[in-house]
């Protein structure tokens, strides 16, 4: 069975700082893997998608590697703002359509 | 477009009672999925559909739950009776295809509280 584990469960940090969160997974057969944000009592919106044959993918300030071999992926957030702040999630898709996600990061920016 | 949509956005109800949940999908996506989120259990995959079709319902906690998808633009997830730990977060989400190349949109979500 598919198990996503995410660390840390919480990060505080001052506006402007450079972060990096991180997500490891125990089944390395995945089709791809995505960086989800959740914002409180919000729905999900989908931040960034690697294939499995892909090592990173970057978008403005985020940028997500992958690395299939060990189980890691790792999303970097450069120059953090108080806009950030919200939870972050990570979900790899298994067989079918399935998607399994870790617990989440919940990101504090500070002004 | 608009947008998965999802209603009601809150529910309220007494432990017994039949709890009906809706969703539209992304118009001409062919994958439905709903999830159920708490803080004990994070967000679970309960059941998804292919053009209208149950594939996986492994997730589906137990009989009381049910899910349809009558026509490509509604789905109805219901819980008959509800119990007090159907408390929880439920979301709708689609995509256009499966897994590979394509991401799911998800809708707001229902949050359901069962007294």
């Known amino acids: 069975k598919q198990e996503v584990t995410q660390i840390p469960a919480a990060l505080s940090v001052p506006e402007g700082e450079n972060l990096v969160l991180n997500c490891s997974f125990t089944?390395?057969?995945?089709?791809?893997l995505q960086w989800f944000r959740q914002d409180p009592g919000k729905g999900l919106t989908s931040l960034l998608l690697i294939q499995s044959s892909q090592r990173e993918q970057t978008s403005g300030r985020l940028n997500a590697s992958l690395d299939k071999s060990s189980g890691r992926s790792t999303l970097y957030i450069a120059a953090s703002q108080p806009g950030d702040s919200a939870t972050y999630l990570c979900a790899v898709t298994t067989s079918g359509s399935r998607l399994t996600f870790g617990e989440g990061t919940q990101l504090t920016v500070n002004p | 477009d608009a947008g998965v949509i999802q209603s009601p956005r809150h529910e309220v109800t007494e432990m017994g009672q039949e709890v009906t949940l809706r969703c539209k999908p992304i118009s001409g996506h062919d994958y439905l999925f709903w999830y159920r989120q708490t803080m004990m259990r994070g967000l679970e995959l309960l059941i998804y559909f292919n053009n209208n079709v149950p594939i996986d319902d492994s997730g589906m906690p137990e009989d009381r739950f049910s899910a349809k998808m009558p026509n490509a633009s509604f789905s109805t997830l219901k819980i008959q009776p509800s119990e007090p730990r159907d408390s929880a977060v439920y979301f709708c989400?689609?995509?256009?295809?499966?897994?590979?190349?394509?991401?799911?949109?998800f809708g707001p979500g229902t949050r359901l509280t069962v007294l």
């Open positions: 989400a689609s995509s256009l295809t499966s897994g590979s190349p394509d991401t799911q949109y």
């Open positions: 089944d390395s057969a995945i089709y791809n």
